[in-house]
Structure formats: structure tokens, C-alpha cells
């Protein structure tokens, strides 16, 4: 018996075969579409940062340093053979080939340190760190003017005393890069000159390490022993006055005095313990400053760290000091045991100061010797200022126009990882001194970068959430889909 030739059956047949046509079509039309796109974006150099907190996307700091730039300036990363693929050296290529697209004066290149040994020893003819497997060397090629950049310098690492491990929480690659080309490009190096002769408190050398990639020559100055009585004040040069406890002689008072009327520039860090100096006091008064000692608690549990002496300042974000750290949660600073910096009330109208750094209204000073947290007779009442900015526009000795700055900090112990409070010590800490710094110069552009955390985010759930989410993932969303399904297949079984 001859099969009956069914109309509609041959009419679905020919439906589904142009249905599955048109997908096969569409399907090939998207694959060659995104196989164009991958091409189109390789050629043109055009990348896309799919990063959570952009990783590989350098920020507006480092985006107006290769705006300005006029050098050429190569990057070399030192990659053992099979080593490019490590996941932090993933994470510097990445960012470094980012930083080459974004300028035409930056090229990027990978040198095999063990293929070509002699290459990397031209670089270590300073007292650089040595220099390691996934190590950056930023060169400027018109001057040869270099810096090294080892890996230490570019993540953060946190430990974990339960199991005695380290894990990579933060990515600084790019504070250190772009401080880098800075360097290399600027024609003359600033100098840090620290005080010596009054019993200062010398910067300790984990911070001279830091300090070295922020572009500064750190030296000592004794205006005694040297026989110093003149001081030129330029753009380069910055006097730190670290927690002194003895007093200037006349003639030193006359030496600073002249320096920063002719545009100088000092930082002045006070202790809680800082004595009476009258001459120091003469020359921070001049500018309208000075500094109330004794024992400074926090009574606003959000601005103190564990013990109410530590205390986490207010840092404004009016100031162009610390407009960019303000609100950074990855670079908070922490004081302890500081002391408040006092503005005159019959300063000159000449003078400009600002005040960066403040406690909340709930800070008290102790005037005695008691240990109570509580304000009593005698004490005094907050806000109190901890970092202050004074500034004066000067008639230089040759002739030009020069500004003078003078920043008093109430406390030293915040840079000091040796000190009673060394562990407390912190990245935001060193920062904030480098911002000061880097104000300071009168050509030196402020340098910025947060670092960027590369640790994954734990999700909290409250158990109404997880009953929700459950609900929907596990019962409503399953359901549908196989409602969706019987109503296709019942309509199809009709056509």
C-alpha cells in the first residue's frame, strides 16, 4: 500500500527546514561579525578593561604625565623564558602595553634577563634593588636617565598569620610607573634636606626606600658643622624639620628665616612631646603657625584606629594637598599621639593657610597628667587642627616672584615603622608625606595613584535573601522555563 503524500507534513518539513536555515545563517553571521570585531580592535591597538575596578586602565594622573610628555621613554619588563604567563606578570603586561597605546613616546619591551645578562647589568650601577624576574626599567631615551622598578614596588601583600602565608591584595604598578617616567624626565632632580643638629629624629630607611620612587635626592643639611648661613630658595628644594628637642641658634633662626622669605620651603613635623623651642616657634609664628602639645584623644569612634590616641584624621578635600586622597579607603592615614598645630589670629593678610588635616569635634587635648577619656576642667575641646598649610607669594632675592610654603604636621611617630607605634604605620601614611612634597615644588606636578585592590569581594546574604534567591533559582525560574517548553512543543504538535 502506497504511503498517502500528507500536504501538511511537507509543508512543516519545509517550514522547519527554512527555520533551522535562518538559524544557521543568523549563527554564521554573528560568529564572522565577532571574528571581525577581534580583528578590527587588534589592529587599531583598541582594548577593553573588563576589570571590576580597571586594572589595566590608567587613571587621570597618570593620563596628564603622557599628555606633557616630550621625551621618549621605553618601559623593558624582565620576563624569564615561559614566565609572561605568571598572573602577576599578566597584570604589569597588560597595564604596561595600555600605558603604549595611550602615548605615541612610550614603548614597551620584553628583554629575557638570562638570554642578555649584559643589558640588565647596565642598570644595576646604582643601589637599586636587584633586579628580579618580572622587574620594570623605565629609561628615557634622549638622557639615558633611568629608574628600576622591582616587583615589590608594584603589588601590596598581605599576611596570614593563621597558616604563616602571603596573598597579593594590591596592584601599585601604576603609582610606580608613572612616578617613574616623571623621574626620568625631569631635568633636575629635587632634594629633601633633613635638619640635623637638634636632635631630629632621622627618617628611618624603610621610608627612604619608599620615598627614593617619588622622584626626591634625600640629604642632610647642618647649617653648623657645614657653615651654612645662605640658603637659596628654588623649586627644588625642601627642608624636613623632624620632631627637633632642641632649640636654633640665632644665626640658624636668620639662615631659615632669609631661606623662606626668598620663596623657601619647610616641613615642620611636631611630637606630642615637642618642648618649647622659641626659636623654632618665632620662625612657624612669622607664617602664623604653631603647635599645642600634650596628650590628644578621639572620642568619635569612627575617627580613631583600636585605641582612642590613634587617631584617623579628617582629610579635606577643598586642599590641594589632599583633595585626591580624601575618601580613599585604600590609603588611610593614622596619627598617634599628635599634636595640634594652632593658626594665629592676627596672621597677615599676605599669608594663605589651610588646614588638610583635622580631628572630629569630639577630639579633646588633656591638660594634665590624667589618663581620662572623658573632657574634664582644664582640657581642651576640639576639632583640633593636625596638618596645616601656610603660603606667602615673595619677591625673590634675583628679582623674580617666588611662593613660600611652610606645612606644619602635628606628629612624627606616623612615619616612624620603628617607633612605640611602628606597627601601625601604614602605605596612606608615606603618601600623604609625598603629597605634601610634591605640593611643595612650584613645578613639580602632584602625583596621586591609589592602588587598586585585587582581592575578591565576599557576597553577604542575609537568610531572607538566601530564601529569596532560592525560591527564585531553584523552583520559579526552572518552572518556567519547563512551562515555556510544553507550550511550544503543544503548539507545534497542532500546526
Same mark, same amino acid.
Given at each position: ?413 606616623? %612615619?616612624?615603622?620603628?617607633?612605640? #607605634?611602628? $606597627? ?5 601614611? &608615606?603618601? /600623604? @608625606?609625598? +603629597? =605634601? ?16 585592590? %585585587?582581592?575578591?569581594?565576599?557576597? #553577604?546574604? $542575609? ?5 529569596? &534567591?532560592? /525560591? @527564585?533559582? +531553584? =523552583? ?20
Amino acid at each position: 500500500m502506497m504511503n498517502k503524500f500528507s500536504f501538511k507534513s511537507s509543508s512543516q518539513r519545509k517550514k522547519n527546514l527554512r527555520y533551522g536555515g535562518y538559524m544557521t545563517v543568523t549563527t554564521m553571521i554573528l560568529l564572522v561579525a565577532l571574528i571581525l570585531v577581534n580583528v578590527l580592535f587588534s589592529q587599531l591597538g583598541w582594548r577593553v578593561d573588563m576589570t571590576s575596578n580597571d586594572l589595566y586602565t590608567p587613571g587621570d594622573q597618570t593620563m596628564q604625565t603622557l599628555e606633557k610628555l616630550e621625551d621618549d621613554v621605553t618601559i623593558y619588563g624582565l620576563y624569564n623564558q615561559g614566565s609572561e604567563g605568571n598572573s602577576t606578570n599578566v597584570m604589569v603586561i597588560k597595564l604596561m602595553e595600555a600605558y603604549a597605546d595611550l602615548s605615541d613616546k612610550v614603548t614597551f619591551k620584553k628583554i629575557d634577563p638570562l638570554n642578555d645578562p649584559a643589558f640588565v647589568n647596565q642598570f644595576l650601577l646604582d643601589d637599586s634593588t636587584a633586579l628580579d624576574n618580572g622587574s620594570l626599567i623605565v629609561v628615557n631615551e634622549g638622557t639615558g636617565k633611568f629608574r628600576t622598578i622591582p616587583v615589590s614596588n608594584m603589588f601590596v601583600d598581605t599576611g596570614d598569620y593563621t597558616n604563616m602565608t602571603r596573598q597579593v591584595t594590591g596592584f601599585t604598578a601604576e603609582e610606580a610607573v608613572t612616578s617613574a617616567i616623571q623621574y626620568v624626565c625631569l631635568s633636575q632632580t629635587p632634594v629633601m634636606y633633613q635638619l640635623e643638629g637638634h636632635s631630629e629624629t632621622p627618617l628611618r630607611e624603610e621610608f627612604l626606600d619608599y620615598f627614593s620612587y617619588t622622584n626626591y635626592e634625600v640629604k642632610t643639611l647642618n647649617l653648623v658643622t657645614e657653615n651654612i648661613t645662605e640658603i637659596p630658595g628654588d623649586a627644588y628644594t625642601v627642608i624636613l624639620v623632624n620632631a627637633p628637642y632642641q632649640d636654633l641658634n640665632n644665626t640658624e633662626y636668620e639662615t631659615l628665616l632669609h631661606f623662606m622669605e626668598d620663596g623657601g620651603k619647610l616641613l615642620f613635623l611636631a611630637s606630642y612631646d615637642t618642648p618649647e623651642l622659641p626659636n623654632f616657634q618665632k620662625l612657624l609664628g612669622r607664617y602664623g603657625l604653631g603647635y599645642l602639645t600634650g596628650t590628644m584623644l578621639e572620642t568619635n569612634t569612627s575617627r580613631y584606629y583600636q585605641l582612642p590616641i590613634v587617631i584617623n584624621p579628617i582629610l579635606s578635600t577643598e586642599s590641594e594637598i589632599t583633595k585626591y586622597m580624601a575618601g580613599d579607603t585604600n590609603s588611610y592615614v593614622l596619627m598617634p599621639l599628635p599634636a595640634a598645630v594652632t593658626i594665629s589670629d592676627t596672621i597677615s593678610s599676605r599669608i594663605k593657610t589651610t588646614a588638610f588635616a583635622t580631628t572630629s569635634d569630639g577630639a579633646i587635648m588633656k591638660g594634665g597628667d590624667n589618663n581620662a577619656t572623658v573632657f574634664e576642667e582644664g582640657d581642651y575641646k576640639g576639632p583640633f587642627n593636625l596638618g596645616v598649610l601656610a603660603e606667602e607669594q615673595v619677591s625673590k632675592a634675583d628679582g623674580t616672584l617666588g611662593n613660600t610654603r611652610l606645612v606644619v604636621v602635628g606628629n612624627s611617630d606616623f %612615619i616612624d615603622p620603628t617607633s612605640g #607605634t611602628g $606597627t601601625l604605620v601604614r602605605g596612606g601614611n &608615606y603618601r /600623604l @608625606l609625598t +603629597v =605634601i612634597f610634591d605640593y611643595m615644588q612650584d613645578t613639580s606636578d602632584s602625583l596621586y595613584i591609589s592602588g587598586k585592590s %585585587i582581592e575578591a569581594e565576599n557576597i #553577604t546574604t $542575609t537568610q531572607a535573601d538566601f530564601l529569596l &534567591y532560592g /525560591l @527564585l533559582f +531553584v =523552583i520559579l525560574m526552572p518552572a518556567a522555563i519547563i512551562v515555556t517548553g510544553i507550550v511550544i512543543w503543544a503548539r507545534r504538535k497542532h500546526l
